[in-house]
């Protein structure tokens, strides 16, 4: 992980310097090496010192690609991810990409330079009032109201958004860049998060140790605190499987035997059969979010008379979707040290049990893997009719293929669409920092820019995107930016020729009424990475998806960022909001054909 510590120090004690000088030598202080953004007027003297203060300006193609970028790149590195551009419309286009990040849970800050103060309420040139825009998807929002405050108010923002985990906006008027003022610049804030309440820990040592089946819910917690280490000892003191929440399939060592997989959307059954056993359950670190524990597979799966712990380092998070016995303001790995201290060397009641319960999540992983292994295509009428005369791939056999090929850490980022969400069944990874999923927020174009970022805090691991078609149509522009910036990815794209997760809804609720979902005429988008200086391939059989892999992440090594375009078939896995989504209801004459029958 890099450390603020390693890197360049900021000029010491108070001096004359410019307010570009001070906000630059802050950025300095608190360890920043790349920033990611578009090039504009409203802070081009603070731009200019960049090179001479080591900060590499990463050049991209739009600034939601760079916000993203700043994501990923703070996700990977547990460091702040950085982005900037040109008020007015530079800055509207980071809304997406800070909504993503504020649910991601990333620091990322977000460097929105202003109209100028003269001129502010005017409706000057790209005049947008920028604090109310991203009052509700930041942390907090520092504004530069005196050139004088330039360094503090910088260093704030950074200091918060690591403490917040969550993004954090510096907003300020353009013209105060420059001027002369005198500052000293801050020192970066190190505020350690502990293990939490005596009591509260007590309590819960108490439950775990009464408990006859424990199951642990491992959450982004353990990844952003970097508490892996310390979730595996409690898991093995108590000899308790362990389900990964939604999207975090890497917040637990898949190859641990203890290790069950994802709950939620597209999970592992093995997973879900079990947790629906348990009879404590400890969430550590998650925040257990609504959509990551609805009902899937048919299995409503939480186990409503458990007893639950739940830890989270936002203590506003704690008993706030699911009710809890034991709520702890803690960081997971600390948490998970306390209850180890707590727990080691005390009778536990599922140490009698222990045998049969291990034979029991040895079963349902096998069951669970041989389900999978025998699910090569989806099975519902529409799927079949569709699929029964294609060429192309089953996008289940492919992702099977992919992660037998997955290259030893590897980091993905997956998007929002009906492949990348199936694709969670297949994601396993064995360290912390490897799975990016476009988390709650749920934007299509999230995958590939966010893996870019990645690789930049990251470039020895191999990166790679899982996008489909119609989210890569939103973000393929990027690829310029891995060309120009030599920043080499691979991109796994899914061609389906549709908006698929959406058309999943038309073909369940809406009789395959089928409305803006097909992406007819599309480009050979093999054809396009080329024309753009990227590697490209067009996959076509099950047999070539696993080398095509392992070439292209070899080829990262070479500096060469690759799209591998997979032919798959227009079959839809189960839908996403089979809970939001009711039959329709038309009370109108003229729209009487569009009524459930
Ligand atoms: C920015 C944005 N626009 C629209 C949506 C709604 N949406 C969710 S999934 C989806 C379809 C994704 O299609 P594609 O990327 O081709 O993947 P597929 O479902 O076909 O695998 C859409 C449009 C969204 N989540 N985000
Ligand atoms: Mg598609």
């Known amino acids: 992980m890099n450390k603020p510590a390693e890197f360049p120090l900021p000029v010491t004690g108070r001096q004359k310097m410019t307010p570009s000088e001070a906000f630059v030598e802050t950025l300095v202080a608190h360890g920043v090496r790349n920033v990611f953004g578009i090039v504009g007027s409203a802070y ?8 001479l203060a080591g900060i590499r300006f990463i050049s991209v ?96 923002a950074f200091d918060r958004a690591l403490l917040e985990m969550g993004p954090t906006q510096l907003n300020i008027p353009r013209d105060f ?19 939490g309440g005596e009591k509260s820990l007590d309590e819960a ?67 879900m059969k079990l947790i629906a056993k348990a009879d404590v359950v400890l969430a550590l670190g998650t925040r257990l979010g609504p959509f990551g524990t609805l009902p899937q597979h048919g299995l409503d799966y939480w186990p409503k008379n458990a007893k639950v712990v739940q830890v989270d380092a936002d203590a506003k998070m704690l008993g706030l979707v699911k009710a809890v016995s034991v709520g702890i303001c803690a960081d997971a790995g600390a948490a998970a040290r306390a ?50 005369d294609s060429s192309h791939m089953h996008p289940r056999q492919m992702l099977r293929e992919l992660e037998r090929a997955m290259p030893a850490g590897a980091m993905v980022s997956t998007d929002i669409g009906n492949i990348c969400s199936v694709s969670n069944s297949y994601l396993r990874f064995d360290r912390p920092r490897s799975m990016f999923a476009a988390m709650s927020f749920g934007n299509c174009g999230y995958a590939f820019p966010t893996i870019v970022g990645a690789k930049v805090a990251a470039p020895d691991r191999p990166a790679i995107a899982y996008v489909g078609d119609g989210a890569w149509g939103m973000s393929f522009g990027e690829l310029q930016t891995c060309v ?39 480009p050979s988008w093999a054809a396009v990475a080329q024309a753009m200086g990227a590697e490209a391939h067009r996959i ?19 500096g060469k960022t690759t799209v591998l375009e997979m032919m798959v078939t227009r079959e839809l896995g189960d839908p996403f909001r089979r809970d939001a989504l009711a039959l329709p209801v038309r009370h109108l004459a003229k729209y009487q054909a569009t009524a459930a029958k």
């Open 339 to 388: 209850l180890v201290a707590r727990l080691a060397g005390r009778p536990l009641a599922s140490q009698a049990n222990r045998a049969a319960r291990l034979a029991d999540v040895a079963a349902e992983k096998r069951a669970w893997e041989t389900e999978l292994d025998a699910w090569t295509h989806e099975k519902d009428a529409w799927s079949l009719e569709v699929s029964r």
């Open 484 to 522: 120009r910036e030599q920043i080499p990815v691979t991109a796994v794209v899914f061609n389906n020729g549709q908006w698929g997760a959406e058309k999943k809804n038309h073909v369940d609720f809406y009789e395959n009424r089928f409305v803006g979902v097909n992406l007819d005429g599309q």
């Open 61 to 156: 193609a739009h600034e939601q690609g760079g916000g993203h970028m700043a994501d990923g790149f703070a996700r990977v590195s547990g460091r702040h991810g950085v982005c900037i551009a040109q008020n007015g419309p530079g800055i509207t286009n980071f809304v997406t990409s800070t909504a993503a990040a504020y649910w991601a849970h990333s620091p990322v800050v977000v460097i929105t330079p202003e109209t100028g103060s003269m001129t502010l309420g005017l409706g000057g040139f790209q005049e947008t009032d920028q604090l109310p825009i991203f009052s509700r998807i930041t942390k907090y929002q520092a504004h530069v109201n005196n050139r004088a405050r330039m360094a503090e108010l910088t260093s704030r």
């Open 540 to 558: 076509e059989k099950v047999s070539d998806v696993g080398p095509a892999l392992r070439a292209a992440a070899t080829a990262q090594r070479d």
């Open 44 to 51: 081009m003297d603070a731009l200019d010192l960049f090179p």
């Open 205 to 271: 040592a108490a439950l775990l140790a009464g408990a006859q089946f424990p199951v642990i819910l491992a959450g982004g917690g353990i990844v952003m605190g970097d508490g892996a280490a310390d979730a595996i000892a409690l898991a093995e003191l108590l000899q308790a499987p362990v389900a990964v929440s939604y999207l975090h399939n890497d917040a637990f060592p898949a190859t641990h035997p203890l290790w069950c997989g994802p709950l939620g959307y597209q999970g592992s059954k093995a997973a």
């Open 177 to 195: 860049f420059y001027g002369d003022i005198e500052c000293e610049i801050p020192r970066p804030l190190a505020i350690e998060r502990g293990a």
